[in-house]
């Protein structure tokens, strides 16, 4: 055991020892978190819609209600198309949503009706809107042919069928959501959108910093480091387990670092210290995995830097580490669900939000135990190849 902890300390030192890496494992996540929760945070941020309808139906005006139920990034206020056009003109809206005259029949044909967006050319959040807009359109459409369906089966007018299922579950759910938001949220929204900014930032750090930590085993073994260990009888699992733990250590104390920082620095509760503690430890057994599943299969530090970084940027940002998970298109939506990141992310964000003890997330918890160990052990084979 002591073999293995001057193995672990010596690698921690010389993490430690380069004053770079105090840039990319603290600066660097503090920095975004507070650039992106600034962004993202507060209801005067949000991007400001008008939407035109044109059709004046049930489904247009269930459609606008469906719209406005989901306001944390948009505010929607439904008004006449030339008034719309001379907000937009004076920059007072930053787009509008035009819904067509068809909209009802379209969707009554099983169709999907044609939504007209105009903004202006400085709307960087055009494709998110865009998105958005289509998404609830599509969650319409379905409802619609559900009504159409059920109401073949009762003998009754679809639009019957359908008052009585989605437009009256609708109308019950959003009053609760807007005494809450007038209440509880209001002052605290900000705060939940630079928490998730830290927490997903933190991961993102914390796995580029392992990432490069992993190759430290490719340069030992380049210069020699594990031979002159083995001829000092140091078996070779005692060489592993100490590179392993000074990976584990190092993410946990980056990752405390950063929770205390933001908590100081931005006000940010995390939540029950014994639920984090149990999520972030499952977290980092993967990532550790991960690494050492990628610098088994490449030939020199660099090489591993590199790919490693690619993997991380790539997988986080499906993940919804950046920006919230809800605005990317399904196909991504589906692809994060097979992604340690997002997982760590939904029980970081049931701790912070709902204050999640380990109990409440032990279906988390499972997942990430799932992807440790298959990782973990699929590393730790390829080490000792």
């Not at 650039?35 to 005006?61: C, E, P």
């Not at 969707?107 to 050319?121: A, C, M």
């Not at 196909?331 to 997002?342: D, G, T, V, Y």
Request: proline share 3%; with cysteine; aromatic share 10%.
């Amino acid at each position: 055991m002591k073999k293995i902890i001057a193995i672990c300390g010596i690698e921690l030192s010389l993490i430690f020892k380069k004053p770079q890496n105090y840039l990319i494992m603290f600066a660097a996540p503090l920095l975004l978190t507070f650039v992106f929760g600034s962004m993202l945070g507060g209801n005067d941020d949000k991007v400001r819609l008008a939407i035109v309808d044109q059709d004046d139906t049930i489904l247009s005006q269930h459609y606008i209600r469906q719209l406005k139920a989901h306001d944390d990034m948009y505010t929607f206020e439904n008004v006449p198309e030339n008034k719309a056009s001379e907000k937009l003109k004076q920059k007072k809206i930053a787009g509008i949503i035009v819904i067509s005259r068809s909209f009802q029949t379209q969707l009554e044909k099983g169709k999907h009706p044609e939504l007209i967006f105009r903004h202006g050319p400085e709307l960087a959040e055009a494709p998110m809107v865009k998105q958005y807009a289509e998404s609830t359109l599509a969650t319409l459409n379905i409802q619609v042919t559900a009504a159409k369906t059920a109401s073949q089966t009762a003998g009754e007018n679809w639009k019957a069928a359908y008052k009585t299922v989605f437009a009256k579950k609708h109308e019950d759910t959003v009053p609760a959501v807007k005494r809450q938001m007038l209440s509880d949220k209001k002052e605290g929204a900000e705060a939940s959108d630079t928490a998730s900014r830290a927490a997903g930032f933190s991961i993102l750090f914390v796995m580029l910093t392992m990432m490069g930590a992993a190759g430290t085993i490719l340069e030992a073994r380049k210069n020699g480091v594990w031979s002159r260990l083995l001829t000092a009888s140091v078996s070779r699992a005692e060489i592993g387990a100490g590179y392993v733990l000074s990976f584990f250590v190092i993410g946990w104390i980056q990752f405390g670092i950063l929770l205390l920082s933001t908590h100081w620095l931005f006000g940010i509760n995390w939540g029950n210290p014994a639920a984090v503690i149990v999520l972030v430890s499952l977290f980092l057994l993967t990532v550790v995995g991960i690494g050492l599943m990628i610098a088994a299969n490449v030939r020199t530090p660099e090489q591993q830097l590199a790919f490693g970084n690619l993997f991380v940027i790539a997988t986080c940002m499906v993940s919804g580490m950046y920006w919230p998970i809800d605005i990317e298109p399904k196909f991504m939506q589906s692809i994060a669900e097979f992604l340690p990141q997002k997982w760590a992310m939904s029980g970081l964000t049931e701790i912070i939000s709902n204050g999640a003890h380990v109990t409440d997330i032990l279906g988390i918890c499972g997942i990430l135990l799932a992807f440790a160990a298959i990782t973990f052990a699929a590393g730790l084979k390829a080490l000792r190849a």
